[in-house]
Structure formats: C-alpha cells, structure tokens
C-alpha cells in the first residue's frame, strides 16, 4: 500500500527556512515522479517542485524561483522540500504526492497518491 508522511512544517519567522520531508512507503523511490504542492486557506492548490525518481530531473513552478530546492534520498526513501527566506505568502498546507507514470509535471490530477499534508506558518 503505498503512504506518504510529510513532516518538518511548523511556525517560523519571515526569513527563515525549512526543509519539509516526505517519506514513501509501500513502493521504493526507484521510479515515479514525487511532486510538492501546498493549499492556503481559501486558495487553490498549487504545485511548487517535482523530482523524477528515475533520473533526479527537476521541474519548479515559476513562483519557486531560487526559494524552493526538491531533492531526493532513494537510499531513504524520502524526498525533502528546501524552502528559504519564506515570507507570509508561504503560510500553507504542504502536501507530497506520487505520480506513478512518472511525467514531469504539476498537474495535480496527475497525482493519484497523496500524503496528509504539514502546516507551515510563517508569522512573527
């Protein structure tokens, strides 16, 4: 069965970082394509990075720009979200998600497995 867990969101100050996890159960991170995306409180989700597992490519959402840096740990299972100088815009629901046809893309109907999300809020 495959599970995603996200974790390492919390309260942070504007210009502050976090780096986000997700690890992956019920399939090794050898193929598919992980995805981040993130919902605010009355706003649409949106995507921010994915990563191909089979090849380490990379796609960002052009918002992403230089703050936000997907990598992956096949060897841990687990893909994190960098995230610098986050400002209050920042404050959302981050969730992974698995694209199992492996397309490089955030289209979140691509995505067919989810995780549960982790808050992040950036206030002072």
Sequence with gaps: QV????SGGGLVQPGGSLRLSCAASGFTLDYYTIG???QA???????????SLTDGSTY????AGSRF????????????LQMYNLNS???AAY???????????????????????TQVTVSS
């Design 36 to 38: 981040w995306f993130r």
């Design 3 to 6: 599970q995603l867990v996200e």
């Design 89 to 91: 815009e920042d404050t």
């Design 60 to 63: 960002y959402a052009n918002f």
């Design 95 to 117: 969730y992974c998600a698995v694209d199992i046809d492996e397309r490089l893309g955030l289209n979140s109907y691509d995505y067919a497995y989810w995780g549960q999300g």
């Design 41 to 51: 409180p009355g706003k649409e989700r949106e995507g921010i990075a994915c990563i």
């Design 69 to 80: 840096f997907i990598a992956r740990d096949n060897a841990r299972n687990t893909v994190y």
